[in-house]
């Protein structure tokens, strides 16, 4: 070994080969922002299309196309990665080690996903054109009746699956091997004990995905009949072990959120976060209970009253340890000395439009009503305000509240200002709207639509369009902070607290080479 | 600030490497042809890139064995302080969690056939409705016939479209022959596995070594009267992938447990060889030795737990 | 200043919140285009209750949580001057706040079950239907009534398929949610629904019904409705089944019990002929019409209307070797389909003289002037060879 590995190497190779926990975070993060922009534009097309009644644009075929490479995109490409750059950034820093545990498998996990997305984006321009069964792809639309780039699509989330659970094994083992001595579980930044939690739902759900899609792999290429009765399987059976993954899926994008708002709000508030040790036992409570919940997917297949009653009760469950984080964090706020920086803009509107968006899972949750509301925009509007107005939001929030200790400058505070209105504004705009027009009846996934429909239809892609503006401000803002600004100091926050901030910023190639004494 | 020594003595970091990228661009070489040449042969087009899924798998495992080979010699090297095995132990252990969760996605679709779908199609439970579908199917484990046999049996029309011919085996495996006697290997060969770690503990090099080939040699008769199994249902009972479910769920949870019977053995052989041949391994320091073995245990359990749900139940 | 413009927004909000029930609660059902609608079955009544009962709920919940957090925002502003208090726990405070939304959601879950429950009861019907999904069209079998018939799209393709027309016709009122063969029930009678599909799994909603359920291939969901008002109802299909998953509504007409029964008479009398007509040799002109008419019901879907496909997934009939070949391949494929493709066998679907129209249709029209007529008796003798 080289007695000089401390700093970069130059050139490509530093990217390629690099084992530096900022370098592998720096790049999942900029995966992550090019997968949004892409998942972005597909979404533009549905929004696009959707401008005005009769078919305008796109045919039914690629609209659906559309639909299914955005929603993986997103998923999969743009909000998972964010996570896990955020993860490889962070953790190392706020536990006082001196990079992950095993930060050659880091190297791996991340470049197994450029390959995969590239292989499932170039079905796009294939001759049978990209999956087109929606990202939940149910059997036997994307067994029997796929087109031929289903194959692709399988070995893509084979290599995804591999790339997370990889990245999960090695959080986990950071997490529990790597900790500064005296930092007990209990003296953990939220973020880090909600990326445990998080890494654990990782490696216990995204091999299920890996099997339900080699259950499907063998249905295409090798006559079996796992999800066709004619040979004595069943189509819901794919939703079963589907939504097993699924669910705690959400949650595996949504708890590292808990855990950034967690960590911002007290800074701001300058006020220690309320009830530290009830967070943790939420989280905990959330994963176990995302286990037990999955098949409020599926109110409507026709499952045994028993069933129904089950997953319904269960579901309703969460809103209590939910419950539970938003209370302790409005509380935090209560009687802080409050101010209005841009990561505290995000955290507070993800409060708001968070729970707006839990609301909306809670009346999903009641079976009966989620008859009226299965399959319609009412769904639709529900997880874009969890998904975009809460993981986005926060990853947001945590970009903005780390961007100094990352670069060594301040970024510009108008601008990310304007970043946070216009987004605030836009995706309002595009998603509220989608309530109305789901409990008025408007079935997802269509590419044409009732006149009734139409005036927030319109609303809807206005707003689409102003937040896809508005995130190219985000792009100018980090590239011009990247380059230089004001510099951060060490602390950059005046109230921060952790062991982050105790490095200068920029964060050297190297920190904790000699391990922090915490008390 | 700390002085660089300091750095050293606490904590290996590697240095870059070119291991992990020419392992994806393996992977990825390997996988995107497997893509082409399942498509090419459904389509029935010849495939012209038919070199991608070998070439790029012969790549992939050359890079893997690299990879090993340098961990192993960091190791040897001393390298590896404590931290860092115990963060190798960490990722085994959680690694082969998320092979247990693998196997649980069929194991769970084995419940869900055998506790529902079967019994629904056969006219009883909630969804016996579905009967007036396949009128002539009853409902029995194995079952004797497709739903879509018996209907054509029965002279009924099928309502869905067919998409291919599922023709339930004649026959079907038995408990009580090779996969008896192959639970009865696999479990010894876990035994004689433990007391070679026990050996390796006690510093007795020598049995370790006899026991460590002894549950190799027993492992692979395991995969030898697996697949003497997989030719003979195959050949004489009929029993095939599309035998409907009860060929799917026999043989892709079989199927996916020989394959890690595989993989273990060949870590097994992997560890005899450096007990053998390097000399590797200490009383205190063994964790190739004891990866491999935990992995051994984890096939194993899982077998009990296929041996019970596939073949006795 | 920020929390200032912060806290209009969120008014902003909240306003609109509260007009959207408000709204809901005053306007006509029929047509109210931004909540649920109440709709005219006991069944959809309770979920539209339950479903204003937790908005509102919701809404309380939100007024108080955002409430005491803009109160901060307004009050704890460290520009004000607030200084930062320093308690971060508090443990009855933490268990009250367990339990009250434990006790809230019991309030939920009690009529839930109940609605639950008496969705669950198909018991006692007095008409049974068969409601089969197909890509993409609805199959409705009046079980023991010897009527069954295809309900499709009857919006005409020129006013949706508009990719690059200038000139759009003008779209009715029932855009995309009219069909050419509504189904009718009978008003007042407990009516259970058999509903399956012959492909991929659609499901079947009718919003005012409050009935939605999917349909599973080969398997059977059981459910009902009771429908008291007679009138139109309209509906779509609510699970992605493919390209044309938004171009598949439903239409159900409720009519009286006498309506009703003149209606069965008529359709058995029309299935009638449809049995006599197939006993016959038809002109080419009856088959070319007929054929032209079946294609755009049946066929035009995939291989669109111009015969041109939509290639690679739905090959061209236009020229095609099989439409303008031999005809045994051709009765082949319409008849018993191909497996493994979407292409269906259409002799589950179609009676002999429809199928004869067809066939022949596509064997003369678009230029394939093969000049071949196919008759149904031509097809009865194909169905016997096999
Ligand atoms: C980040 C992702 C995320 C998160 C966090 C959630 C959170 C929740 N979701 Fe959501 N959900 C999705 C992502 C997410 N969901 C996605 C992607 C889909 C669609 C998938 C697809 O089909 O494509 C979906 C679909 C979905 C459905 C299926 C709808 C359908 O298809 O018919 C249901 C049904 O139960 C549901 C319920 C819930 C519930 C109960 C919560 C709860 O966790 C919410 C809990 C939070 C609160 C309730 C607010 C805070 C609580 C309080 C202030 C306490 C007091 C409150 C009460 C007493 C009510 N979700
Ligand atoms: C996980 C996160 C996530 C995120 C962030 C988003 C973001 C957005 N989504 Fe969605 N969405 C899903 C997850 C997500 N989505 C999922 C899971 C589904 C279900 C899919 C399915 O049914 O199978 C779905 C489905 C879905 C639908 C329903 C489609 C249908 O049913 O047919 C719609 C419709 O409006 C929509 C819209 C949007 C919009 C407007 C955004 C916006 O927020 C996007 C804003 C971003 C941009 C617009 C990009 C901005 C950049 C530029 C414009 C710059 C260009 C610059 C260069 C080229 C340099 N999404
Ligand atoms: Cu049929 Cu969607
Ligand atoms: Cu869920």
Redesign the interface.
């Known amino acids: 070994m080289a007695a000089d590995h401390h700093g970069p190497a130059k050139g490509i190779g530093r990217w390629l080969f690099t084992t530096n926990h900022k370098d592998i975070g720096t790049m999942y993060l900029w995966f992550s922002f090019t997968m949004f922009i892409v998942g972005g534009l597909f979404a533009l097309v549905i929004r696009t299309e959707l401008f005005q009644p009769g078919l305008q644009f796109v045919k039914p075929e690629f609209f659906n196309q559309m639909t299914t490479m955005h929603g993986l995109v997103m998923v999969f490409g743009a909000i998972m990665p964010a996570w896990v750059g955020l993860a490889n950034w962070m953790i190392p820093l706020m536990i006082g080690a001196p990079d992950m545990a095993l930060p050659r498998m880091n190297n791996w996990s991340f470049w197994i996903l450029p390959f995969a997305f590239a292989m499932l984006v170039a079905t796009l321009f294939s001759e049978a054109g990209a999956p087109n069964f929606g990202w939940t792809f149910y059997a036997p639309l994307s067994t029997a009746y796929a087109p031929s780039s289903v194959t692709f699509f399988i070995f893509g989330v084979h290599l995804m699956g591999m790339s997370s659970i990889m990245g999960a094994i090695n959080v986990i083992a950071t997490i529990i091997n790597m900790r500064a001595p005296g930092m007990t579980y209990m003296k953990m930044p939220m973020f880090v004990w909600t990326w445990l939690i998080t890494a654990f739902l990782l490696i216990a759900v995204m091999p299920v995905l890996a099997g339900v899609v080699t259950m499907m792999l063998f249905d295409i290429h090798f006559g079996t009949s796992f999800f066709s009765a004619a040979g004595g399987g069943d189509p819901v059976l794919f939703q079963h072990v589907f939504w097993f993954f699924g669910h705690p899926e959400v949650y595996i994008m949504i708890l590292p959120a808990f855990g950034v708002i967690s960590e911002v709000l007290p800074t701001f508030a300058r006020k220690p976060l309320f009830g530290y040790t009830s967070m943790v036992y939420a989280t905990a409570s959330i994963a176990f209970l995302s286990f037990i919940v999955w098949a409020h997917h599926m109110f409507t297949v026709g499952m045994p009253i028993a069933g129904e009653l089950f997953f319904m009760y269960a579901t309703m469950l969460i809103a209590v340890p939910t419950g539970v984080k938003v209370f302790n964090w409005v509380t935090t706020m209560f009687r802080g000395s409050l101010s209005f920086e841009t990561p505290m803009l995000f955290a507070i509107a993800f409060i708001v439009l968070f729970t707006i968006g839990g609301f909306s899972g809670i009346m999903l949750a009641m079976a009966p009503l989620d008859f009226q509301y299965h399959d319609t925009y009412f769904v639709v509007a529900h997880f874009h305000y969890v998904l975009v107005q809460g993981a986005l939001f926060s990853i947001y929030c945590g970009v903005y509240y780390w961007l100094p200790k990352w670069t060594g400058h301040m970024y510009d505070e108008t601008l990310s200002k304007a970043h946070f209105w216009l987004t605030f504004i836009g995706v309002n705009l595009a998603f509220f709207p989608m309530h109305f027009v789901g409990l008025a009846g408007m079935p997802r996934r269509i590419p044409d639509y009732a006149l009734q429909f139409a005036d927030f239809n319109m609303l809807s892609s206005i707003g689409a369009y102003v937040t896809g503006f508005s995130q190219l401000i985000f792009l100018y803002v980090v590239i011009r902070c990247i380059r230089g600004g004001r510099p951060a100091t060490d602390r950059v926050w005046e109230a921060s607290h952790g062991l982050e901030w105790s490095v200068p910023s920029p964060a050297p190639y190297h920190t904790f080479a000699i391990p922090p004494q915490v008390r | 600030m700390s002085s660089r020594s300091d750095a050293e003595q606490t904590y290996y970091v590697p240095e870059q490497s070119k291991l992990p990228f020419l392992a994806t661009i393996g992977l990825a070489t390997f996988i995107y042809g497997a893509g082409a040449t399942l498509n090419a042969a459904r389509a029935g087009d010849p495939d012209p890139m038919s070199w991608l899924l070998p070439g790029g798998f012969a790549f992939f495992v050359a890079v893997l064995w690299q990879w090993f080979g340098t961990s192993i010699r960091e190791h040897r090297l001393g390298l590896a302080n404590a931290q860092l095995r115990r963060s190798y132990v960490l990722g085994m252990q959680w690694f082969i969690f998320s092979e247990v969760m693998f196997f649980f996605a069929f194991f769970l679709a084995l419940a869900y056939v055998r506790l529902f779908v079967v019994p629904w199609l056969g006219g009883e439970g909630d969804h016996g409705l579905a009967n007036r579908l396949w009128s002539g199917f009853a409902a029995e484990w194995p079952p004797s016939q497709t739903p879509q046999q018996a209907l054509d049996a029965a002279g009924g029309t099928q309502l869905t479209a067919r998409q291919s011919e599922f023709l339930a085996p004649p026959s079907t495996v038995s408990w009580s022959g090779i996969p008896l006697l192959n639970t009865i290997l696999l479990l010894s060969s876990s035994v004689t596995l433990h007391f070679a770690h026990v050996a390796l503990r006690g510093g007795r090099r020598g049995a370790m070594n006899v026991l460590l080939a002894l549950t190799l040699a027993l492992g692979m008769t395991f995969v030898a009267l697996q697949a003497w199994e997989y030719h003979h249902a195959y050949t004489d009972l009929g029993l095939t992938l599309k035998s409907g479910i009860y060929g799917s769920t026999f043989y892709l949870l079989t199927g996916f447990h020989g394959l890690h019977v595989c993989i273990g053995a060949l870590m097994l052989s992997v560890t005899l060889a450096r007990a053998r041949f390097a000399g590797d391994f200490t009383p205190e320091d063994h964790f190739g030795f004891q990866a491999a073995s935990w992995y051994w245990h984890f096939v194993d359990v899982v077998w009990v737990c296929l041996f019970l749900s596939v073949y006795l139940l | 200043m ?2 200032e413009s ?1 806290r209009r ?2 008014r902003v ?1 909240a306003g ?1 919140m509260l007009a ?1 029930a408000v709204h809901a609660q005053a306007s006509e059902p029929a ?7 109440p709709g005219v079955t006991t ?2 009544q ?2 539209y209750d ?2 204003m009962y ?2 509102w709920v ?1 809404v309380a ?2 007024v108080v ?2 409430g ?2 803009f ?3 307004f009050a ?4 004000k001057g ?9 443990t009855s ?2 268990i009250a ?2 339990i009250a ?2 006790l809230i ?1 019991l309030t ?2 009690a009529p ?2 109940n ?3 008496s ?2 009861d198909a018991d006692e019907a007095e008409l049974d239907v068969m409601i ?1 999904g197909y890509q993409w069209k609805w199959k409705y079998e009046y079980l023991d009534q010897g009527v069954a018939f295809f309900s499709s799209l009857s919006t005409p393709r020129e ?5 690059g027309v200038q000139q ?1 016709p003008p ?1 009715g ?5 009219e069909v050419d063969e509504p189904l009718v029930l009978p008003a007042g009678k407990k009516v259970r629904f ?8 659609h ?1 079947w ?1 009718v ?1 005012q019904l ?5 349909a ?7 459910t009902w409705t009771r429908v008291e008002r007679t009138g139109t109802y309209r ?13 598949m509504p439903i239409v159900v007409e409720v009519v009286d019990e006498q309506q009703f029964a003149s209606w069965l008479g008529e359709r058995r009398a029309r299935a009638e002929q449809e049995r006599v007509l197939a006993a016959q040799t038809l002109t080419m002109d009856e088959l070319m019409q007929r054929g032209e008419a079946v294609y755009t019901r049946s066929c035009a879907a995939c291989h669109q209307p111009n015969g041109e496909g ?1 290639p ?2 739905f090959p061209a009939l236009k020229g095609s070797a099989i439409a303008t070949g031999p005809l045994e391949q051709h009765l082949d494929i319409v008849l018993n ?1 191909k ?2 493709t ?1 292409m ?2 259409f002799a ?1 679907q179609l009676g002999h003289a429809d199928l004869a129209a067809v066939i022949t249709y596509e064997r003369n029209a678009w230029g394939n002037d093969t000049g071949d007529m196919v008759q149904p008796s031509d097809v009865a003798r194909f169905e016997q060879s096999e």
């Open positions: 920020l929390s912060r927004g969120t909000l609109i959207c047509h109210s285009s931004i909540n649920l609608s069944v959809s309770a979920i339950l479903h937790t908005l919701c919940i939100g949580v955002f005491v957090m109160w901060s925002i704890h502003r460290k520009s607030a200084v930062a208090s320093s308690f971060h726990e508090s405070l933490e706040w367990t939304p434990f959601l939920f879950a839930a079950t609605t639950l429950l969705i669950y089969t006013s949706w398929d508009t990719i759009v779209r009122e029932n855009y995309l949610l058999l509903v399956t599909a012959a492909d991929v799994i499901s909603w919003p409050g009935v939605k359920k999917d599973i291939p080969g398997f059977i969901n059981e509906g779509q299909c609510a699970e992605l089944c493919g390209k044309d998953h938004g171009f939509v690679p997934a389909g497996a493994g979407a269906a066998a589950a």
